[in-house]
């Protein structure tokens, strides 16, 4: 997975993730380590790993230096102006660090007007969870990462640092009045404990990448805040329903009228109403696995027309969800579900489907017209299942297809795959771990010469009948 860094790489880093057809990862969409090869090409100081403890007022004083590294030391304090005497200063890295949070020390050392990238992951010990205050604004902060600091939330100090228990009497249009990241794109909050969401209130609505994967969430809108947003990350939180209208304990999607890349993954998602996902028509990637999905409504990807990517796995699923219209899905994951049968037509508004993983879920029975209209796929996966055979016809449809995964199934014979018609266009047919108890040779006469089958760890594979004697090279088992 390439790393999101910044600006040009951003872009290009996209671009290679959105051609990529592998589960979306977004947690690893940048680190300190790949972001720090920026200061390569600036004039730096490099001060990681130095045991370092304390950052005084006016640190260092020098108007070249744009990049400075301070990781992996073991700084409690940073006085508030530290870095005031480096006015050039562009990036700044501060994660593994122990700054006093009982203080509200991680973001009390100032402004700065040029400061465009600020790193503080993993910055102070977590004897309990607290909020992150913002005491001043970062004009031109255009990255910011807080990932793995135990917050429950940011919040808005308006002058002279006070003690949390002013906060809540701060309204809400006090708190929109205050933005201290104005040209904020790319915004990390990973791997804390946040519950709150006054955090919103202070985003950019430039805001284009928000990483909220590994906290506690169970409610949040966005709503104005991501007309931009591009991408989301809202994995491993505590969410329960998708809804278009905000209310407690909801997910609501509205207004993300931007959003390409969305992660709900590991969450506790057992209602998505049908009109979840009205406004997020430009959706490329929607990754909903790991939760507690029985049905979906066949509208629920209607207003969807551009989703290429569909993972649905690791769900409660006993049928495969229809949908209203055709789609352009290429990839669907349903794999690890309930689903027992696969019916005729299933996926005849997904023409458009390259890979099908349909793994590690009770299937007995595919229908003869289940894969009809599936002309472009390459990929079917099936593995993991309990069939014993498979409907004569059944494949004819699939004239694309590579790569046919059947194994830990109940097969006792090819023939009961009823593939005679469909070898030419396979080139890689996996049997493995099926109960096979002969194999007749006549079977494979007109097997293309490009074609492995792999019959490993077939551990009931008894006797193995030879009426001719094709070429080895055709096969391996």
């Not at 959706?283 to 507690?292: D, E, H, V």
């Not at 007109?446 to 193995?464: E, G, R, Y």
């Amino acid at each position: 997975m390439a790393k999101f860094i910044f600006i040009i790489v951003t872009f290009v880093c996209w671009s290679t993730l959105s051609k990529a057809n592998v589960h979306f990862a977004i947690e690893n969409y940048m680190d300190d380590q790949s972001l720090q090869s920026l200061c390569n090409d600036d004039v730096s100081l490099n001060f990681s790993n130095a045991v370092i403890s304390e950052i005084n007022q006016n640190f260092i004083s020098s108007s070249v230096i744009t990049c400075l590294n301070l990781m992996d030391n073991s700084i409690g304090k940073i006085e508030k102006g530290a870095f005031k005497k480096l006015p050039n200063l562009t990036q700044l890295f501060l994660s593994n660090n122990k700054l006093d949070r009982q203080r509200n020390l991680i973001l009390n050392f100032g402004s700065h007007d040029k400061l465009q990238v600020l790193f503080i992951n993993n910055a102070s010990s977590c004897y309990s969870s607290k909020y992150i205050q913002i005491f001043d604004e970062y004009p031109n902060l255009e990255i910011l990462s807080l990932s793995e600091n135990c917050a429950v939330d940011l919040e808005f100090i308006q002058e002279t640092p006070v003690s949390i228990s002013h906060f809540p009497y701060a309204t809400p249009m006090t708190l929109q009045s205050w933005m201290p990241f104005p040209k904020l794109k790319i915004l990390d909050l990973s791997g804390n404990s946040i519950t709150r969401t006054n955090f919103v209130q202070l985003l950019s609505n430039n805001l284009y990448f928000l990483d909220l994967h590994d906290n506690l969430l169970s409610s949040l809108n966005l709503n104005e805040k991501g007309n931009k947003l591009f991408a989301l990350n809202l994995d491993k939180n505590k969410f329960n329903i998708i809804r278009r209208y905000n209310q407690y304990n909801v997910l609501s999607l509205i207004g993300l009228q931007n959003l390409h890349y969305l992660s709900i993954s590991r969450n506790k998602i057992n209602v998505i109403e049908s009109d979840a996902f009205q406004d997020n028509n430009e959706l490329l990637f929607l990754n909903l696995s790991s939760n507690y999905i029985k049905y979906l409504h066949p509208e629920t990807f209607a207003n969807l027309p551009n989703l290429k990517t569909l993972d649905l796995s690791i769900n409660q699923f006993e049928n495969i969800p229809q949908m209203l219209n055709e789609t352009d899905i290429s990839t669907l994951y349903i794999n690890n579900n309930n689903i027992k049968k696969i019916m005729s037509y299933i996926f005849v508004h997904m023409p458009k489907l390259m890979k099908l993983l349909m793994g590690k879920n009770q299937i007995d029975e595919v229908y003869v017209n289940a894969f009809v209209h599936l002309t472009v796929l390459e990929e079917l996966d099936l593995s993991r299942n309990v069939l014993s055979s498979l409907p004569k016809g059944w494949a004819e449809p699939l004239v694309s297809l590579k790569y046919l995964d059947l194994s830990d199934n109940k097969f006792t014979s090819l023939e009961s795959l009823s593939l005679m018609n469909t070898w030419p266009s396979i080139d890689v047919l996996y049997l493995m771990k099926n109960p096979l108890e002969y194999l007749n040779v006549k079977y494979f006469e007109n097997l293309p010469q490009n074609l492995v089958i792999d019959l490993i760890n077939n551990s009931n594979f008894t006797k193995w009948i030879q009426d001719t004697s094709p070429p080895m090279e055709n096969y391996y088992y």
